[in-house]
């Protein structure tokens, strides 16, 4: 078991109602789709990857984030790793996020050379990072019509396929957006890459909580390509539940 190093938390910045951003007194060093194991004393120890070089982007639900929402600047924690893979950078691309799938990608956007981005929430209030991408050219939208395209990021997607062409896409978000994105993209035969979100507990491939079609999120991914996509039969539709009970996603993200 690898030991967590302590690091204080620097700044708290609150993103939206749902959402806080964590920055810490160190930077380190990761490819941007890799993760840390994130841990907060008395409380537990959760994965998250990181918007910043030295922050990750949390969105408040379970007890763990409940928890790290109470967490004020000074306080100290513990991360580990990074473990995984992350993206690759590839030319004339297209990233498309939802929700807090913005967080991983963000650091990756900011290496890729003139990216397409297609931001999306359930309303404008949801939104983030649009200051950060400013300069990038960003397609919005919102399920509410609050701002920009009102609907799914998916049918942006398309609308813009019909435009132009993208060699390889990048998506993060609510899995069922994302096998709906490597649909689109496989019918199209555009390159792609998404990030899975499995329960895991070491982070490292050794207690095989994360496990999907055989393949070990925590090891394997949370980074998958086309190729591994394929034949991932789980991918949209199943995972585990930290019991090992396999159950459709609607119950896992419930």
Do not use: H
């Amino acid at each position: 078991m690898e030991i967590p190093e302590i690091v204080k938390i620097k700044k708290v910045v609150s993103e939206n109602p749902n959402t806080k951003t964590f920055f810490i007194d160190k930077k380190i060093k990761c490819k941007a789709g890799q993760f840390f194991m994130v841990w907060l004393p008395r409380v537990d120890e959760k994965p998250f990857a990181f918007s910043y070089d030295n922050a990750f982007t949390i969105e408040k639900k379970g007890k763990f984030t409940k928890a790290m929402f109470k967490v004020k600047q000074g306080t100290k924690i513990g991360v580990r790793g990074p473990y995984g893979n992350g993206f690759s950078i590839r030319k004339n691309t297209c990233v498309i996020a939802g929700g807090l799938g913005i967080a991983p990608l963000a650091p990756l956007i900011e290496k890729l050379r003139n990216p397409t981005v297609i931001l999306g929430a359930k309303t404008s209030k949801l939104l983030l990072f649009e200051k950060r991408l400013k300069k990038y050219k960003v397609y919005i939208c919102t399920d509410d019509c609050s701002k920009g395209f009102g609907g799914f990021t998916t049918q942006m997607f398309e609308k813009l396929l019909k435009e132009r062409k993208f060699k390889a896409v990048y998506a993060v978000g609510p899995e069922i957006m994302m096998k709906k994105v490597f649909d689109i993209c496989e019918k199209n035969k555009i390159y792609c890459e998404v990030s899975l979100e499995r329960f895991m507990f070491c982070g490292f491939g050794l207690c095989g909580s994360c496990a999907c079609d055989g393949m070990l999120v925590c090891k394997d991914g949370p980074v998958f390509n086309s190729k591994q996509l394929r034949k991932m039969k789980d991918f949209g539709k199943y995972a585990y539940l930290k019991t090992g009970e396999k159950v459709p996603l609607k119950e896992y993200f419930r």
